[in-house]
């Protein structure tokens, strides 16, 4: 009980000192998982896009495949990717292995599904006459497609805070391609899963706290874009 | 410019909606289409105002082919589409967006949304967001929003279909004030005869995908030359 107690107090001290090793872990966090959200939502929604009102061979079959894979178990995403990036691996030449590179490229593959699978949702969800609109009024084909993709604005921006959430709260792909270097590959979760018991309570509970909070962060902004919406 | 339609015919998955359609509107005339539920007019409206491509035959206006020059020709068009085709935006950047597309500068853009709001009696809404408008509201909005840009060639499909009679005055009279003011081409489709009458300098009658008959609106109601028309404009079961 004591123990605890000192515990969570360090943590706090950790975080209200803005403890150096500790927002080296975040800023890699955020970084790898924003950097894999932007190249996950580019792919995402342009893929998403191309499959709601373009012709795509299996088109169905990348459809479901898509909602299938937003609910893949991270760990078998690290690895399958681990076997591609190990040194004997068809990918081995690259040297990502246990770069914050690798963990970018997992986080991709976890949030890529879910956005393109939620974005092809709200996109199919546009009514034809919403384009049509757009086109009376002057737009080319290239803005009414603009138009579409804006209609279904908060449905796409939905699906990349749920894929932000999903990867940031990832422990599993970024441990196994990462593997948890100090001050290189640490991010929270791997600290928070794997340095609780060598001395680094309190700075898995300050990460804790701070996961908690961005998560926090993350669904309320949503709760209230959307509420604006749907008030 | 006039605008011909030949031989159009349009197809949707197996529907046809067009039948070697053909027919010419005259520049600055006001043209009434009528016809049954299902005879395509609709279809014949989105494809003269360029916004969907003819499954085959020949959109053109004046010595401009659609096919060449659909960009340039947009520019000169407006349309109000039946039902809900509004953005989910605010009133205003619902009336706004023509201007933006013809990357028109900031003030002179607020200018004329605002006028043009006034006009439709919407001066009060421009903050609004086009969800929460009724019916009446949403459909003047559409209208506001075709006619802010000064359209060349207006098309309209069912503007004031189940508005109340305000509501349609409205938007009749903001039509006939614009044109009073400049003479543009107007293509509107309407259930509504009284208001066809009103509207419209000719008139055409659509069934089964094609324009069956098109005459001066006096002579379409006081000596239909298709047995089909006169039975259509006089109430009387056609199909
Ligand atoms: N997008 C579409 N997909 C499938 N069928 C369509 C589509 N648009 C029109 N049709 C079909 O084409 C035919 C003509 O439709 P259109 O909407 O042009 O008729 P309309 O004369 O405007 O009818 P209404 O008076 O009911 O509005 C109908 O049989 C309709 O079912
Ligand atoms: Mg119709």
Partial sequence: ?231 | MNIVLSNISKSYNGTRALRECSVAIEKGISTAVIGPNGSGKSTLLRIAALIEGPGSGKVSYGEFRSADDVKKLRQLIGVVLSGDTLFNDSVYDNVAYGLKIRKMNKNELRGKVSDMLASLSLSDKAGKHAMELSSGEAQRVAVARALVTEPEYLFLDEPTASLDPLNTEIIENALQEIRALRRMTIVTVTHNMFQTKRIADRVMMMYEGKVIEENITGAIFDSPENEITRRFINGIMVY
């Fill in chain 1, 1 to 231: 009980m004591e123990r605890l107690f000192y515990s969570i107090k360090e943590a706090f001290r950790l975080i209200i000192t803005l403890d150096s090793e500790m927002l080296g872990i975040v800023s890699l966090s955020l970084g790898v998982s924003i950097a894999a959200i932007c190249f996950a939502s580019l792919a995402g929604i342009v893929l998403a896009y191309a499959l709601a009102f373009r012709k795509v061979p299996l088109k169905a079959f990348v459809v479901s495949t898509m909602n299938t894979f937003m609910g893949l178990p991270p760990v078998v995403v690290g690895l399958v990717l681990y076997l591609l990036l190990s040194r004997s691996g068809p990918m081995g030449f690259m040297k990502l292995l246990y770069t914050p590179y690798a963990m970018v490229i997992a986080q991709v593959l976890l949030a890529l599904p879910i956005i393109t699978a939620m974005s092809h949702a709200s996109l199919v969800a546009v009514r034809p006459a919403i384009k049509y609109a757009a086109k009376g009024l002057g737009a080319s084909d290239a803005q009414a497609s603009i138009a579409v993709v804006r209609y279904a604005r908060y449905g796409i921006i939905s699906s990349v805070m749920a894929g932000l959430g999903r990867v940031m709260a990832e422990v599993g792909a970024v441990l196994i391609v990462g593997g948890n270097i100090a001050g290189y590959t640490r991010v929270m979760t791997t600290t928070i899963a794997l340095e609780y018991d060598k001395g680094n309570f309190e700075l898995a509970i300050a990460l804790g706290i701070i996961l908690l909070l961005i998560a926090l962060i993350l669904n309320s902004a949503l709760y209230m874009y959307q509420r604006k919406v749907y008030r």
